[in-house]
């Protein structure tokens, strides 16, 4: 929401560095940000198990969209299911040696299995790329199929934040009869921007080009998110809400689907 402000007029020379935790930072809103102030935010990872694991520390290059390297004492990796490092799986640490910022354990729920393996697994997902660089995918419960192809949530509504309209979006599965799920968007729309069906229409057919069939919204409703008192979206109510909208086989005020414009489809 802050970057719907005019961040020129807040630009002062007293501030040198930017960080950002707590939510996965999208590319645009760091271009945003470097063009009003000259800044670029730093974004890193971390739990409440933890302090900071992954981050985009001073004196190496950020990569708009990433989490960053491995901070010092951590060994992080991506495992697969079977526990073996993967350039894409869950984010885990090596507890051999035990770092001295991990958790000793749950206090009122000692048997909660975290650690397994070796390996701390924090339950998010990620790949890894050449540089040694973390790219966040989700929460391994917010991951879905579609069509047997695997969606990361995080991608699309990166894909949605670019939208001249969007001020905020969460994609969650919409369960179907023949892809079993198809991604569905609920959005905030910025200040004075209509949420009428034209502009669903328009926001359909920009993701449309942006991104592969497969990873297509195909769903939307204009809705505000349900948060936490720390401001994470809670993805795992907008879910089970999902779950009974389509279980009671009706629609919401403000949904649209994608078949209810015919004029954007294509041979693609």
């Given at each position: 929401?802050?970057?719907?402000?005019?961040?020129?007029?807040?630009?002062t020379?007293?501030?040198?560095?930017?960080?950002?935790?707590?939510?996965?930072?999208?590319p645009?809103?760091?271009?945003r940000?470097?063009?009003?102030?000259?800044?670029t935010?730093?974004?890193?990872?971390?739990?409440?198990?933890t302090?900071?694991?992954?981050?985009?520390?001073?004196?190496?290059?950020?990569?708009?969209?990433?989490m960053?390297?491995?901070?010092?004492?951590?060994?992080?990796?991506t495992?697969?299911?079977?526990?073996?490092?993967?350039?894409?799986g869950?984010i885990?640490?090596?507890?051999d040696?035990?770092?001295?910022?991990l958790?000793?354990?749950?206090?009122?729920?000692?048997?909660?299995?975290?650690?397994?393996?070796?390996?701390?697994?924090?339950?998010?997902?990620?790949?890894?790329?050449e540089d040694?660089?973390f790219?966040?995918?989700?929460?391994?419960?917010?991951?879905?199929?579609?069509?047997?192809?695997?969606?990361?949530?995080?991608?699309?509504?990166?894909?949605?934040l670019?939208?001249?309209?969007?001020?905020?979006?969460?994609?969650?599965?919409?369960?179907?009869?023949i892809?079993?799920?198809?991604?569905?968007?609920?959005?905030?729309?910025?200040?004075?921007?209509?949420?009428?069906?034209?502009?669903?229409?328009?926001?359909?057919?920009?993701?449309?080009?942006?991104?592969?069939?497969?990873?297509?919204?195909r769903?939307?409703?204009?809705?505000?998110?349900?948060?936490?008192?720390?401001?994470?979206?809670?993805?795992?109510?907008l879910?089970?809400?999902?779950?009974?909208?389509?279980?009671?086989?009706?629609?919401?005020?403000?949904?649209?689907?994608?078949?209810?414009?015919?004029?954007?489809r294509?041979?693609?």
């Amino acid at each position: 929401m802050v970057v719907l402000e005019d961040l020129a007029a807040y630009r002062t020379q007293a501030l040198r560095e930017l960080v950002s935790a707590g939510e996965p930072l999208n590319p645009e809103i760091i271009e945003r940000v470097r063009t009003a102030w000259g800044l670029t935010i730093r974004d890193g990872y971390g739990q409440t198990e933890t302090t900071a694991l992954v981050g985009n520390s001073p004196g190496q290059p950020v990569k708009p969209g990433s989490m960053g390297r491995p901070m010092p004492g951590f060994q992080v990796a991506t495992i697969d299911a079977d526990g073996q490092p993967a350039e894409e799986g869950e984010i885990a640490v090596r507890v051999d040696p035990r770092p001295v910022g991990l958790m000793a354990g749950y206090a009122d729920d000692p048997g909660r299995a975290t650690m397994a393996g070796g390996y701390y697994r924090t339950g998010d997902v990620a790949r890894v790329d050449e540089d040694g660089y973390f790219w966040y995918i989700g929460r391994a419960d917010d991951v879905f199929k579609s069509s047997d192809y695997r969606i990361s949530p995080f991608e699309i509504e990166s894909a949605l934040l670019e939208h001249e309209a969007v001020a905020e979006a969460a994609v969650v599965p919409s369960p179907d009869p023949i892809r079993l799920a198809v991604p569905k968007a609920f959005i905030v729309l910025k200040p004075g921007v209509e949420p009428s069906a034209e502009t669903g229409r328009e926001i359909f057919r920009f993701v449309r080009e942006r991104l592969a069939p497969y990873k297509r919204v195909r769903r939307l409703q204009f809705a505000e998110l349900p948060k936490t008192i720390s401001g994470k979206i809670r993805r795992v109510e907008l879910r089970a809400y999902e779950q009974q909208l389509r279980a009671e086989g009706g629609r919401a005020p403000g949904e649209f689907w994608e078949e209810d414009f015919p004029e954007l489809r294509t041979r693609a």
